[in-house]
């Protein structure tokens, strides 16, 4: 079983003594159970090399510490959706979705239904613990009627609904070929669960279809029991809920036969009518000045200031140049008086990460985003900050060129406070020399073809922001 299960868990301790080889799922619970079946099913099918396991948020987070497969962490509730990417991009993968109640039967609810309703071979193992474990106990859709949690302190009720019967759901459907629920309370069941679970993969070995696995499942934590006392409460009050069984097994001969796509980049081009040549007429110097290859740049500010904009705006004056650039956005709580950043890069060939954690380059409005970002900037780097609100900046290190621009004041003198992003941006402009003025002009005409009133104060702003830079910059 080594060969499945890692030799050493080094999500703790490194993976040195007893920690190295304990997970981290409390004592009783049924994931660990799971785990192995899965791993025996994985190994006795010789599948190791091909498998690929999708864990979500939730309990079963840390799978890829402890099986040697391929892993993906999806986000809460896609993991059906990442699956399938994943299937499609290699079809000769064995891929299996792992997946707890909360995660796929409320926020993940559309996309095992779609999922298993397209019955691409997939194996989903869905483990029902009846309550949302990793994140504070709250009711589930599985939770039972008067069944006590954080957020139905006094049980659940009518108003709340019934508990989701999942297997039963998903047996409906016309795509799945193989569907059962199993329980891990005593060894009968244990017995059953395994050999459930190997079906479940082999089902799709066999490209014969999805199969579906619910795991009737332990959680001594949140029911506050004992181990023991736990399974006996799965039996007695989930099973007459969820009653065990095979929902679904239709047999069926195999029929998933799909080409591996081409990632070839001429492939692609030809696909989306493109070329890959680049075109001498647009492609202007790359700004080798602040990176030889890859230039991140982070625009940050409260909600409403205009970073998003600006972000925009800069990528496409990326692209419009020839070169691959990407534009992140991250609102956060900014409608809580909060950070709203956007993460750009500009890349000589391809973007390979489009986060910016330690960025050339920072622009930023207010000033939490300056206490937060600017101990990020590189060494070497640029930052330009709102002088109007940040009147006493932060001390960053000696190497980083920082310049004080009064985006909110500019803006203001010239009767419309909002272009203040773009006065920023004419100051960026003058500061990093990234590109020509007149392709960022023709970025803005482009943007606001459909609003061309407000396209002569832009271009003022822009302009206002360009001479303020290079004033502060005579001064020093």
Known sequence: ME?????????HA???????????????????LVHKYLADAIDELGVQDRAIAISPVGCAVFMYYYLDVGNSQAAHGRAPAVALGHKVANPDSVVVSYQGDGDLASIGLAEIIQAAQMGIPLSIIFVNNAIYGMTGGQMAPTTLMEQRTTTTPTGRSRITGEPMRMAETIGQLNGPVYVERVALFDNKQRVRARKAIK???????????????????ECPTHLHMSPSDAEQWVKENMVPVFPLGVKKDLDTEPWFQLDAPSFDPQDVATVIGSSSERNDN????FPSHIDTED???KFAGAGGDGAQTIAMLTTRTAINAGYDSTHIPSYGPESRGGTSYADVHIATTEVLSPASPKPHVLVVFNPQSLEKFGPTVRA???????STVIQRPPTLDSSIATYGVPFTQIAVDLGKAMVKNTVALGATVAATKIFPVERFVRTMEEALQSN?????????????GMEALAELAQRE
């Not at 060969?3 to 999500?11: Q, T």
């Not at 647009?282 to 110097?285: D, S």
């Not at 061309?452 to 206002?464: K, S, T, V």
Request: glycine share 14%; with cysteine; net charge neutral.
């Open 3 to 11: 060969g499945v299960f890692y030799n050493r868990f080094e999500r």
């Open 452 to 464: 061309c009133a407000l396209l002569p104060i832009n271009r003022e702003a822009f302009q206002r």
């Open 282 to 285: 647009i492609v202007e110097q």
């Open 380 to 386: 070497g780097g640029i930052v330009l900050y709102d």
């Open 295 to 297: 230039v991140s740049i």
């Open 199 to 217: 079906k479940a993969i082999k089902v799709q070995v066999e490209n014969q279809g999805l199969g579906f696995v619910e795991v009737l499942s």
């Open 14 to 32: 490194h993976g040195e003594g007893l920690k190295g080889q304990s997970t981290h799922y409390c004592s009783g619970c049924g994931h660990g």
